[in-house]
Nanobody, 121 residues
Framework: QVQLVESGGGLVQAGGSLKLSCAASGSIFTITTMGWYRQAPGKQRESVATITTGGRINYADSVQGRFTISRDNAKNTVYLQMNSLKPEDTAVYYC???????????????WGQGTQLTVSS
């Protein structure tokens, strides 16, 4: 099995900063794409930022220039540095990793349990 454990959520004032971390562990041969998604109350889950093993990055338009995604491949960990936070960033943030558990395995997506971010105005 593969486990993803997120940390770093909390309550922050608008304009503040916070950093999320997500560590993957378990039966892992390789991880291709890692990313962060979020889901606000009453809304669908949306992609925030993704990063490939080679470092190719995509950001949602709403966070471009404010959030920075990075990863440590040796530690199977992905980070999300969030600056200039806005109340509309309030959501549960989920980590995702596309994992091959052994050589020749197909890629499967795994999710963390989510961490709450609340931005007060």
């Amino acid at each position: 099995q593969v486990q993803l454990v997120e940390s770093g959520g909390g309550l922050v004032q608008a304009g503040g900063s916070l950093k999320l971390s997500c560590a993957a562990s378990g039966s892992i041969f390789t991880i291709t794409t890692m990313g962060w998604y979020r889901q606000a109350p009453g809304k669908q889950r949306e992609s925030v930022a993704t990063i490939t093993t080679g470092g190719r990055i995509n950001y949602a338009d709403s966070v471009q220039g404010r959030f920075t995604i990075s990863r440590d491949n040796a530690k199977n960990t992905v980070y999300l540095q969030m600056n200039s936070l806005k109340p509309e960033d309030t959501a549960v943030y989920y980590c995702n990793a596309d994992v091959r558990r052994y050589f020749g395995d197909s890629v499967k997506g795994y999710w963390g349990q989510g961490t709450q971010l609340t931005v007060s105005s």
